[in-house]
T-cell receptor, first 113, second 113 residues
Framework: DAKTTQPNSMESNEEEPVHLPCNHSTISGTDYIHWYRQLPSQGPEYVIHGLTSNVNNRMASLAIAEDRKSSTLILHRATLRDAAVYYC??????????????FGKGTKLSVKP | NAGVMQNPRHLVRRRGQEARLRCSPMKGHSHVYWYRQLPEEGLKFMVY????????ESGMPKERFSAEFPKEGPSILRIQQVVRGDSAAYFC???????????FGPGTRLTVL
């Protein structure tokens, strides 16, 4: 049980921002929120993670709700190369057994030129 | 710093043969995880190893599958007497610490004829 809920699919236009939501209402206080993505025919790729505060890196931003029951991955300008399945994963003290990641179905992001 | 390496990238076996999949973690990473992705499905955790020790094998099928991570050399996922249902992509990931960010390899795509 992934214990996160994401929309099955989303569409975006190239060079527009994309907001990918994730609900994790039963998250424990020690779980981090990790985002990975999987491009077609490739292995998963780490995107970003956070605990309580919003986070930014060169790939994306992560906005975490104050109650930590939801979060949003933000791609500031989508490119065709961002078309992938995006996974929101609870990871840490309560998210998985001994550190393994529990993948749900993720959100399949399509980017239109 | 080279990423996680897996070989072979593609492996074809006939029913009843053995399959050996290799994974070299990133330099400095002592935690290795194996995941399986069946066609059109999500990734499922199989086993977590830390140098010479199996920490969690709760996702491994009870028979025919085994994994090791010797003191020297790559981690090996071994599947004996393969069946058609074993056809899948097998991904290895590594991390420097438990419950830390995991870095994935490109995967081994196993086809059982």
């Amino acid at each position: 049980d992934a214990k996160t809920t994401q929309p099955n699919s989303m569409e975006s236009n190239e060079e527009e921002p994309v907001h990918l939501p994730c609900n994790h209402s039963t998250i424990s206080g020690t779980d981090y929120i990790h985002w990975y993505r999987q491009l077609p025919s490739q292995g998963p790729e780490y995107v970003i993670h956070g605990l309580t505060s919003n986070v930014n890196n060169r790939m994306a931003s992560l906005a975490i709700a104050e109650d930590r029951k939801s979060s949003t991955l933000i791609l500031h300008r989508a490119t065709l190369r961002d078309a992938a399945v995006y996974y929101c994963i609870r990871h840490g003290g309560g998210g998985g057994s001994q550190g393994n990641l529990i993948f749900g179905k993720g959100t399949k992001l399509s980017v239109k030129p | 710093n080279a990423g996680v390496m897996q070989n072979p990238r593609h492996l074809v076996r006939r029913r009843g043969q053995e399959a050996r999949l290799r994974c070299s973690p990133m330099k400095g990473h002592s935690h290795v995880y194996w995941y399986r992705q069946l066609p059109e499905e999500g990734l499922k955790f199989m086993v977590y190893l830390q140098k010479e020790n199996i920490i969690d094998e709760s996702g491994m099928p009870k028979e025919r599958f085994s994994a090791e991570f010797p003191k020297e050399g790559p981690s090996i996922l071994r599947i004996q007497q393969v069946v058609r249902g074993d056809s899948a992509a097998y991904f290895c990931a590594s991390s420097p610490f438990v419950a830390d960010t995991q870095y994935f390899g490109p995967g081994t795509r196993l086809t059982v004829l």
